[in-house]
Structures are given as structure tokens and as C-alpha cells.
């Protein structure tokens, strides 16, 4: 029973593990696409403000609008990594997805300000700021995504080997405990054959007496052996003690 339950309590904390991890690539990936959108959003911007398309309002909200369920999405995926990496307790991943979350943060609040500037028509500032944050903004994050991912992947190898290390175990303790229970049974078996052997034994010497006072030919002076002083012990005492009183009785009858 003990061993089931150590068994399941590895299973359950590895199958943890494991929906944890798959929640950090899931976020990953979810913050990497829309981070990269918001990036061939802003480009592309750069590129139609020269031809007059977004020299409006409504055409900028046009290229603008799109942008921020997107936004959205970036800021939902870096809270949810969040909480997972919390699940983790890993001081240096917990430490990396700061760093990545801080960069990610600061492209967030610096694109919210080129919104702004996109609607003030002034599309080089927001070029010119861009490069000044976002870009170093950008390599910082993808440089400590890189990391985690490499993290990341050496803690599932690490949960996958808590999980074989948990199965071995079980698979080691069920083999020994069904050798020490053979082990038992035979000591068992043995046990009971020894204590029982002298009762065995009388038993079989005492059948042999009654047998030949059956057929007319007793003799009175056969003893039972006495093999121990246990109960076994007391009991072929009492037994050789009536052939004696049965032996003196038979002899004053003569």
C-alpha cells in the first residue's frame, strides 16, 4: 500500500509538472506570434505612410484596430507564463521570465505610444522610437525565451527522470517484496513442519501401541519418545505415564 501510494504521489506531481510545462510552451508560442504580428504591424505601417493610405484617421485605425487584440493576447500570454513559472519554483527560470516579461512589457507601452503618434501623423518619430526601445526591447526577449526554452526543456528531462526513477522503484520493491515473501513462506512452512514433526511423530508410535493391544499382542512397556518439553512434551508424558499405570494394573491382575 505504501509503495501504490509513493508511486501515485510521483505520478501525480510529474503529470503536474508536465501540464505546467505544456502550458509554458502554449504561452510561449501564443506571446511569440503576437509579439512578431505587432512588429510586421508596425513595419508595415512605416511602409503605406509614405503613399498617403493612412493620411486619415479612419485610415490609421484601419492598420491601428487590428493591432490590438493582439496587444491583448501578448499581455494575457506574458501574465499566464507568469503563473506558470511560479508553479515551476525555479529561481533562474523564475528569474529569466522576469527579464523576458520586463521587455515584452516595455514593447507593450512603447507601441501603445506609437499608436499615438500614428494618429498625429508622425510616423518618423515613432520610427525613431521605436529603435530606440522596442528594438533592444525585441532582442532582449527573444535572447531570454531562448534561455527559458533551454530551461524549460532541461526540467522536463529532469521530471521525466523523476518519473522512470518513481517506476524503477516500484518495479524494484514489488520483485524484493515478492521474494522476501517467498522467503516467508518457506521459513513458514518449515516452522510448522518442525513443530509439528514430534506431535507427528508420537502420534504415529502411539497408533502402533493401540494397534497391537487391538490385535492382542501389547506391550505395555514401549514407551512414547520424548522429543521436547513443550506442550508436545507434556502430552507424551502423560501418555507414557498411563502405559505405566495401565502396565502395573494389568501385571497385579496377572
Avoid at 86 to 95: H, L, T
Avoid at 109 to 124: L, V
Amino acid at each position: 500500500v505504501l509503495i501504490a501510494i509513493s508511486f501515485r504521489s510521483a505520478v501525480q506531481a510529474a503529470n503536474t509538472m508536465s501540464g505546467t510545462y505544456l502550458a509554458i510552451e502554449r504561452d510561449f508560442g501564443d506571446a511569440n506570434t503576437n509579439l512578431q504580428n505587432l512588429v510586421k504591424r508596425f513595419f508595415l505601417v512605416q511602409a503605406m505612410a509614405p503613399t498617403g493610405a493612412l493620411d486619415t484617421d479612419d485610415g490609421v485605425a484601419s492598420m491601428v484596430d487590428p493591432g490590438k487584440p493582439e496587444q491583448e493576447a501578448l499581455q494575457a500570454a506574458l501574465t499566464d507564463l507568469g503563473v506558470q513559472v511560479q508553479k515551476v519554483n525555479n529561481p533562474d527560470f523564475s528569474s529569466e521570465y522576469q527579464i523576458m516579461n520586463s521587455a515584452g512589457s516595455l514593447f507593450l507601452s512603447t507601441y501603445k505610444e506609437m499608436e499615438t503618434m500614428f494618429y498625429a501623423k508622425k510616423f518618423s518619430e515613432s520610427y525613431d522610437l521605436y529603435f530606440a526601445n522596442c528594438h533592444e526591447a525585441i532582442l532582449q526577449y527573444e535572447e531570454n525565451v531562448n534561455l527559458m526554452k533551454e530551461q524549460l526543456q532541461t526540467l522536463v528531462d529532469e521530471n521525466e527522470a523523476t518519473l522512470k526513477a518513481a517506476e524503477k522503484s516500484v518495479q524494484t520493491s514489488i520483485i524484493v517484496g515478492s521474494i522476501l515473501s517467498i522467503l516467508v513462506s518457506i521459513i513458514g512452512i518449515y516452522v510448522v513442519n518442525k513443530s509439528i514433526s514430534p506431535l507427528r511423530s508420537a502420534s504415529t508410535e502411539l497408533n502402533d501401541i493401540l494397534s497391537a493391544m487391538n490385535a492382542g499382542n501389547a506391550n505395555l512397556s514401549r514407551r512414547l519418545v520424548k522429543h521436547s518439553d513443550d506442550e508436545v512434551g507434556i502430552l507424551v508424558s502423560g501418555i507414557n505415564n498411563f502405559l505405566a499405570t495401565l502396565q502395573d494394573i494389568i501385571a497385579k491382575i496377572k
